[in-house]
Nanobody, 120 residues
Framework: QVQLAESGGGLVQPGGSLSLSCVAS????????MAWYRQAPGKERELVASRTSGGNSEYADSVKGRFTISRINGGNAIDLQMNSLVPEDTAVYYC??????????????WGQGTQVTVSS
């Protein structure tokens, strides 16, 4: 089984910074991509940032230039460095992994979510 462990959420003031981490563990044959999504109350879940094993990154327009996603620890983990945070960034952030558990079977896997609150 694949497990995604998230950490780093918390309360931060507007203009501040926060870093999230997600570590994938279990029987993983190959990771295609890892990403961070977020969901605010009453809103749809949205992609924040993603990074493929090939090194391509994608960001939501609302966070472009402020957030940076990185693949670390041999590729089984990602960090999300969040700078210049604004209250609109407040949401539950979910780690996502798209990967193969065998040479032919792939799926999307999700973490439990970590709360990020940006408030004075």
């Amino acid at each position: 089984q694949v497990q995604l462990a998230e950490s780093g959420g918390g309360l931060v003031q507007p203009g501040g910074s926060l870093s999230l981490s997600c570590v994938a563990s279990g029987s993983i044959f190959h990771i295609v991509a890892m990403a961070w999504y977020r969901q605010a109350p009453g809103k749809e879940r949205e992609l924040v940032a993603s990074r493929t094993s090939g090194g391509n990154s994608e960001y939501a327009d609302s966070v472009k230039g402020r957030f940076t996603i990185s693949r670390i620890n041999g590729g089984n983990a990602i960090d999300l460095q969040m700078n210049s945070l604004v209250p609109e960034d407040t949401a539950v952030y979910y780690c996502n992994m798209r990967g193969y558990v065998t040479s032919t079977k792939w799926d999307d896997y999700w973490g439990q979510g970590t709360q990020v609150t940006v408030s004075s």
